[in-house]
């Protein structure tokens, strides 16, 4: 047995002592906030640390355990909130996390936002290309794999008993939402689970990410018209048709003018400014704008995050370093922040009712059959064999982020009780836990066909040139034959890969070249055919690729 020595009993004593006077202070100051009805900073910074340091603690410590990151960051909320913390020490819990409203506005505020970039971050991993190539099969799976478990939540909803209901006579929008809870499956989760397995390639791997994107697009758009109805409170089904109708109009330009104009400010932000964030700034002003137009239009602002997420994953200015500082920043301080409040909101000490447990394994189980169930027969009526279709149901049970975000919204909004959001968070953690292993157990008995061996070759060597690791081509042309070969094959390589390109005209006729950039003959035309002929290559096997973008430039020499 170890003995300490006084010099570390000593000093051991002292920071104990000293937190234990720091705790003291802030439980005071806390209560002197509270009483004057004034936030502290102090308390904010403080709730800010802790939520960052457990989350992102836990978070590494579940990666360790093979489950993914969004369920330590849950946890923590767990752990520092009534379940734990607030039962370990309750005067510290409600000095760190008072429950005056004016101190709870300032880490709400900074949760909200958190909210909007999850959904554009979301957004950005929304892969469309993978959607459009396995969209048959995908589609079918997650028809049946959202209609089934909607109605399995919808029914239970409506005979939930009256004290689980914050209004009971509003039980038809909490069945709604809890239907629509149990429906969606975490697309996050779920890529990140497959990416991991090294299955993203795979075929199966490939619709059953493809099925968890279209089930959170749909979803999205499901709440977006039960966030309309909820705000009137009754069914009024001319407000509701025009929400609905309000949200197809805002799609559709969305992906067609919206698009055009996205890709132009990403460029022009890209091209013209010269600040290192200006590309991060027009990404973060779009999304401010297409949430603010879908809370004109009678809907939540999630869906317009979402699609504006959709819209600059797309784009073809988008480069990685882009990608991933602004991805560090949702993932590092806004997830933490977000799913640890929503871990604080769920008190897991009311599940010692015997009543409220028994509701709650209902739930998980019903929200289980009903999601695998839908699944599996949706994998049968698109074609899968039964080895598929059960890869593909295990993995489309993980609800985790996505049904805290819903769940979060019904209680900001009165639908859901504080005791059915805890039902609702518990059957998140439950689902998603128990789907690493059983997705990784069915992938394993997966056998590889000789067409899809030779794809996952041809994509790897591939995947070792130096073409894939090619963000932007820069062709430097003048007007000799040369320059018109190097234009030539700049577009098989771009059109490849959908790869932005800019032409840099040289020599005393570059602003003459520059205005006959429309014409046939002009190097920009040459790429742009190349490129053309090289993703109808593509097209042929199977990959639909972009258009890719030209920019033109010229330099007096």
């Not at 996390?97 to 929304?126: C, D, H, R, Y």
């Not at 064999?385 to 295990?394: D, G, I, K, V």
């Not at 909004?413 to 836990?433: E, H, K, P, R």
């Not at 490129?531 to 430039?553: H, L, M, Q, W, Y």
């Amino acid at each position: 047995m170890q003995v300490r020595s006084p010099r570390v009993r000593f000093w051991g004593s002292v920071l104990l002592g000293g937190l234990g006077l720091q705790l003291a202070g802030i439980t005071g100051a806390g209560a002197a906030g509270n009483g004057a009805g004034h936030p502290s900073e102090a308390i904010f910074i403080l709730q800010i640390i802790l939520l960052i340091a457990v989350g992102r603690g836990l978070g590494e410590i579940m990666q360790r355990f093979g489950q993914p990151s969004v369920m330590g960051e849950l946890l923590a909320g767990l752990v520092l909130g009534p379940s734990i913390f607030g039962v370990l020490w309750p005067e510290a819990q409600s000095a760190i996390f008072p429950a005056n409203p004016e101190q709870k506005a300032l880490i709400n505020g900074l949760a909200q936002v958190g909210v909007l970039l999850l959904l554009l971050l979301t957004g950005m991993e929304t892969d469309l290309k993978l959607v459009r190539k396995v969209g048959k099969a995908a589609f079918a799976i997650s028809i049946a794999g959202i209609v089934v478990p909607f109605l399995c939540g919808f029914t239970l909803g409506q005979f939930l008993p009256e004290s689980l209901l914050p209004h009971p006579e509003q039980r038809l929008v909490a069945s709604l939402f809890l239907g629509t809870a149990l429906s969606i499956s975490s697309v996050k989760i779920v890529a990140v689970v497959v990416r991991e397995m090294h299955f993203m390639r795979r075929d199966v791997g490939q619709i059953i990410v493809a099925t968890a994107v279209i089930d959170d697009t749909i979803g999205w758009v499901i709440i977006a018209v039960i966030f309309s109805l909820a705000s009137r409170g009754q069914l009024d089904m001319m407000s509701v048709t025009q929400a609905l109708l309000g949200t197809l109009a805002f799609l559709a330009v969305s992906f067609t003018v919206g698009r055009r104009l996205v890709f132009k400010l990403i460029r022009w932000a890209n091209d013209t400014l010269v600040s290192s964030a200006a590309v991060i700034t027009v990404i973060l002003l779009l999304m401010c704008c297409m949430a603010l137009i879908t809370h004109w239009i009678g809907v939540h602002t999630v869906l317009g995050a979402f699609v504006a997420g959709v819209l600059v994953g797309e784009s073809p200015i988008l480069t990685k370093q882009i990608d991933e500082r602004l991805r560090g920043l949702i993932t590092s301080l806004f997830m933490p922040i977000f799913f640890g409040l929503a871990g604080l909101s769920a008190d897991l000490s009311v599940l010692k009712d015997p009543k409220l447990l028994f509701l709650t394994a209902l739930l998980v189980l019903i929200a289980s059959i009903g999601k695998f169930g839908g699944a599996y027969v949706g994998g049968a009526l698109g074609g899968l064999n039964r080895r598929e279709s059960f890869a593909l149901a295990s993995g489309m049970n993980a609800r985790g982020s996505t049904e805290v975000i819903i769940a979060t919204i019904g209680l900001s909004m009165g639908v859901l009780s504080q005791n059915l959001f805890t039902m609702i968070v518990a059957m998140a953690i439950i689902t998603t836990m128990a789907m690493p292993p059983m997705l990784r157990a069915a992938l394993k008995r997966l056998p590889l066909e000789k067409a899809e061996k030779e794809r996952l070759e041809r994509e790897e060597f591939e995947e070792k040139g130096f073409v894939a690791n090619l963000e932007r081509l820069l062709l430097a042309v003048d007007e000799s034959a040369n320059a018109r070969f190097a234009s030539r094959i700049a577009g098989l390589i771009a059109g490849a890969r959908g790869i932005p390109t800019t032409v840099l005209h040289l020599g005393p006729q570059a602003k003459a070249q520059e205005k006959r950039r429309t014409d046939e003959e002009s190097h920009e035309s040459t790429v742009k055919n190349a490129a053309k002929v090289s993703a109808d290559i593509e097209k042929e096997d199977g990959e639909p690729v972009r258009e890719i973008d030209v920019t033109t430039r010229s330099r007096q020499k």
